[in-house]
């Protein structure tokens, strides 16, 4: 065991051309102005992208990070400098502006390294799509494309795209951790554009996760994220605007996931809650919701879009119960905000790159399965809207959201009916919580495609759930 | 101070990659080079909340071989990376399809006076770091002051400086230094359940165009606490007055419909309707790379395209699509140095101002909506659809009578254009997209 982790260090200390006391001295650079704990971030990653639209392989691309982050913290304070120049003079005063944050007159030193191995991997891959041949790509892309263009005649334009990351992390801080972590990223997405007369919708389908390319065979079929993006293009041509206004709302298992990460999610990062700005930060323990509510983030579950081994802290991850039965339950921790409001760590501080300052994020989050059969939820509702495929949401810390529906149904009578494009649905988070009036049992993720942005930084995020009911929500429409 | 041998020393990286690619069977290569510093402060409630300082540089690299095109990006500069970048790269062509629009723009042309033109201010690298945070501190010191303010997401101040190097096998090997800086705040009101926030951003080329902090903060204090108290309103089709930074988001919506590349995929409203009416006679929108000190101000674009004036829409007339060089061999255009990576993005992107002040425009309203702010997302450039979260000021009989919350306003890109019956005298140029105050005749607002 000590020996393989011996072989990934020095593949990091080849490509930085650091060895540990290199390392140990700059740790000690960065707390010389006396901060309570340093931390140096080495990225190691390689990007990869196929984009074929018009019938054609239009290009490919290649990308290389490599750089390294040095952080500081000094009570509430963080200092932070980075570099992809990786001269010793150019990391050494990376270190010393990280340090100049402090001002204390205790001076610490970093401790001694204890590697630590991690006990699981929660992806494990047979075909890492970083080192598969390029043609071997093109050929998945060319299987999505004719699959969509293959649907139907309406089908006038399509772009695919593949994109495949490997991303190597390495964290050491000053109290002695060395781990590292190597995420594999796959994102196969399709779009498609359907026309009838002047009329032109576009449709969108696609998957992935921290998969190998064998997921495009055996998980999710390549040809199906063809035909199913012509099919929603196709779908929205006969859509109608919704009718605006207020009205009970069904949301559908899996996609609607974007409504427990904006209102819910987002409010819970516990940056939000210490600076008391969340609308959450005094209801620990309160009842938010109805008892059917629980919802969790799970950066633990393999192969999800949104997991890791450790966070970019180095933090091993937990299933955090964020909701449970209606009470708010807990709070998604980094290092800062854990230590500041003395509760143990979770694992979720995450940054985009060796450029940012890790922050509380989340990772796969959605709300537990309920009782009710998705069929009873559509028919207690007299007239209403059935939200299927999301563009996307947005909150802001007072639990104002919107999320946007690119398609969906009218409910009449207690049936699906009319198919309905382009809602912009709006509320105040604990205001929905208390609407929600059915949970169903019929969990769901949606497509491992979706990257959540928060204060400038991008994270690869899932979010997941049953059918939901909503009593009533502000529908934006005709 | 930029370092004049490392200036020279990524140039010579930059022309000596464009010389390897051509050895090794590239019949075109690109190579740009962006190089910089960054210093950011956050300070929240009185102390330093986080202070980065760092230095970085990345490379583009693009190559064309049979007119097919492959792209390479590092931030790793080590000789051998970039080398093997560059050969993996014209392997990747092979295995791409030949296209007759790819390739590099033609021949070089004169670039504009980089002097002139007034993207880099010298003071911003020269500024003590102290000072920087005495600004955002300052800031946050007034907007705390208020009584009305009960929480503080912080203020930021923020300097950047970037060095452009590009280089390509048609000869063209330029550089051009700019700055940035910003002074920001965010701000909420009113308790915990019921709280509103908001923000203002004074972001500048030059230190001293910024706005005070006494302004900055006075501006993010109104704009927070005139939300306070919102009512809800039911669903009604009335007409909507946009504040210039609303009117700034419609131009990026606008922006990514008359985008060459949006155009050439079919994926905008505008796609065949160049040298058409597509607004009224009022609407004129121009994109200009040129204008002295601005944001979206550049010599040339990604491509070495010198960047000029573009009249996108005369007078309600659409002239003209923005392109890169390859949207415009799509098009049968000619790039309007609008290339910005592999894609298209804006210079600066405006609407010509009106001669109504936004008094002016407000008093007309006998019921409407201002619109402050969206949310969300719900933009659709095929068909010009707007659906977004919003928030404004209720007008009635041109007085603002309450905010409102909890609504959404829907409407139609390609009606707004015709619809949009006063322009305001009050253009600034707050970001790449600008605009003044505007008055559209009706849009759905949905509430209870």
Same mark, same amino acid.
Not at chain 2, 402 to 417: A, C, D, F, M, R
């Given at each position: ?478 | ?266 994926? @905008?409203?505008? %796609?065949?309707?160049? /040298? ?6 009022? !609407? *004129?929108? #121009?994109? +200009?790379? =040129? ?113 409102? @919350?909890?609504? %959404?306003?829907?409407? /139609? ?6 619809? !949009? *019956?006063? #322009?305001? +005298?009050? =253009? ?21």
């Amino acid at each position: 065991m000590k020996k393989k982790e011996k072989i990934q260090h020095l593949k990091f200390e080849d490509r930085f051309d650091l060895t540990e006391s290199d390392l140990k001295k700059i740790l000690n650079i960065a707390l010389s102005r006396g901060g309570d704990f340093a931390e140096i971030f080495l990225e190691y990653s390689i990007y990869h992208l196929v984009n074929m639209e018009e019938d054609i392989i239009k290009e490919t691309d290649e990308s290389i990070r490599l750089g390294l982050g040095i952080r500081v913290l000094s009570g509430e304070k963080t200092g932070y400098g980075y570099t992809n120049d990786h001269s010793f003079e150019k990391i050494k005063k990376a270190a010393q502006t990280a340090a100049a944050i402090a001002s204390e007159s205790s001076l610490r030193n970093a401790k001694r390294f204890l590697p630590q191995s991690i006990p699981h991997n929660y992806y494990p891959i047979l075909t890492p799509a970083h080192s598969a041949r390029l043609d071997t790509k093109i050929s998945i892309v060319k299987s999505v494309y004719s699959s969509a263009q293959k649907y139907d005649s309406r089908i006038k334009k399509i772009k695919v795209s593949l994109i495949d990351q490997i991303q190597h992390v390495k964290i050491i801080n000053s109290e002695g951790l060395i781990v590292t972590d190597v995420r594999p990223l796959i994102k196969l997405v399709c779009v498609a554009i359907a026309e009838k007369g002047q009329k032109r919708e576009i449709g969108f389908f696609g998957g992935g996760g921290r998969v190998g390319l064998e997921y495009f065979k055996n998980t999710l079929k390549s040809e199906i994220i063809g035909s199913q993006a012509a099919q929603e293009a196709l779908g929205l041509l006969e859509a109608k605007l919704p009718p605006a206004g207020e009205m009970p709302v069904v949301l559908a298992p899996g996609h609607s996931g974007v409504l427990i990460h904006e209102a819910v999610g987002h409010l819970l990062e516990a940056d939000f809650i210490r600076k008391k700005t969340s609308v959450f930060w005094n209801k620990l323990g309160g009842k938010v919701g109805n008892d059917q509510i629980s919802i969790y983030d799970d950066p633990t579950i393999p192969y999800f879009r949104g997991s890791y081994n450790v966070d970019d802290e180095g933090t091993i991850p937990k299933k955090t119960l964020l909701i449970h039965k209606g009470k708010l339950a807990g709070f998604l921790q980094d290092r800062l905000s854990a230590k500041l409001m003395k509760k143990d760590l979770t694992g979720h501080g995450r940054r985009q790159d060796y450029t940012c300052i890790p922050i509380p994020r989340m990772s796969n989050t959605y709300m537990e399965k309920g009782e009710y059969s998705p069929e009873e939820i559509i028919k207690s509702v007299q007239k209403g809207l059935y939200a299927q495929r999301y563009q996307g949401g947005q909150v802001e810390d007072s639990g104002k959201f919107t999320f946007s529906v690119s398609s969906g149904f009218l409910i009449e009578n207690g049936k699906i009916t009319a198919p309905v494009k382009h809602a912009t649905l709006i509320g105040t988070n604990i205001d929905i919580l208390n609407k929600i009036e059915m949970v169903g049992s019929d969990l769901d993720f949606g497509l491992q495609t979706g990257t959540c942005g928060k204060g400038g930084q991008e994270a690869p995020v899932t979010d997941g759930c049953p059918t939901i009911k909503i009593s009533k929500m502000t529908v934006g429409g005709k | 101070m930029t370092d004049e041998k490392q200036t020279i020393e990524l140039m010579n990286i930059a022309e000596n990659l464009v010389t390897f690619g051509r050895v090794h069977g590239a019949d075109e290569v690109e190579v740009a080079i962006s190089e910089g510093t960054e210093f950011n402060v956050d300070i929240r409630l009185g102390e330093i909340e986080s202070l980065t300082e760092a230095g970085s540089k990345i490379i583009g690299i693009r190559v064309i071989k049979d007119m097919k095109t492959a792209y390479a990006t590092s931030s790793d500069f080590k000789k051998r990376t970039l080398q093997n970048l560059v050969k993996s790269a014209i392997y990747r062509t092979t295995l791409a399809d030949a296209d007759e629009c790819s390739g590099l723009p033609p021949a070089p042309e004169p670039i504009p006076d980089i002097d002139s033109l007034d993207i880099y201010d010298p003071e911003i690298p020269e500024l003590d770091s102290q000072k920087k945070i005495k600004l955002a501190k300052e800031t946050e010191n007034i907007a705390l002051a208020d009584p009305r303010i009960t929480n503080s997401h912080g203020a930021s101040f923020e300097t950047r400086e970037i060095q452009t190097i590009l280089a390509n096998s048609n000869g063209f090997l330029q550089k051009y230094n700019e700055t940035f800086c910003s002074l920001s705040i965010g701000l909420q009101a009113g308790d915990t359940d019921f709280k509103v926030e908001d923000y203002w951003e004074s972001s500048k080329r030059h230190l001293k165009s910024l706005e005070s902090p006494e302004i900055i903060a006075r501006k993010a204090i109104e704009r927070t606490v005139r939300h306070l108290n919102p009512k809800k309103i039911p669903t009604k089709t009335v007409p909507v007055v946009f504040e210039p930074l609303m009117t700034s988001w419609l131009l990026g919506f606008l922006f990514s419909c008359v985008s060459g590349i949006s155009v050439y995929l079919k994926a @905008s409203f505008l %796609t065949d309707k160049m /040298n058409e009416k597509i607004a009224n006679e009022g !609407i *004129t929108i #121009i994109d +200009d790379g =040129l204008i002295p000190g601005k944001l979206g101000t550049r010599p040339f674009d990604s491509e070495g395209v010198p960047c000029g004036k573009t009249i996108v829409i005369d007078k309600g007339i659409l002239r003209n699509f923005l392109c890169n060089s390859y949207a415009a061999r799509k098009l049968k255009l000619q790039s309007t140095g609008n290339a910005d990576g592999a894609g298209v993005g804006p210079n600066n992107f405006y609407l010509q101002p009106g001669i109504k002040t936004p008094e002016e425009i407000i008093a007309s309203l006998e019921e409407g909506l201002i619109l402050t702010r969206t949310i969300g997302h719900g933009l659709n450039p095929i068909t010009g659809d707007i659906s977004r979260g919003a928030f404004g000021l209720w007008v009635e009989k041109g007085e603002i009578v309450y905010p409102v @919350s909890e609504v %959404t306003i829907s409407g /139609n890109l390609g009606k707004i254009l015709y619809d !949009i *019956t006063m #322009i305001g +005298d009050d =253009l600034e140029f707050l970001s790449a997209f600008s605009g003044p105050t505007i008055k559209i005749k009706e849009l759905t607002v949905s509430g209870q």
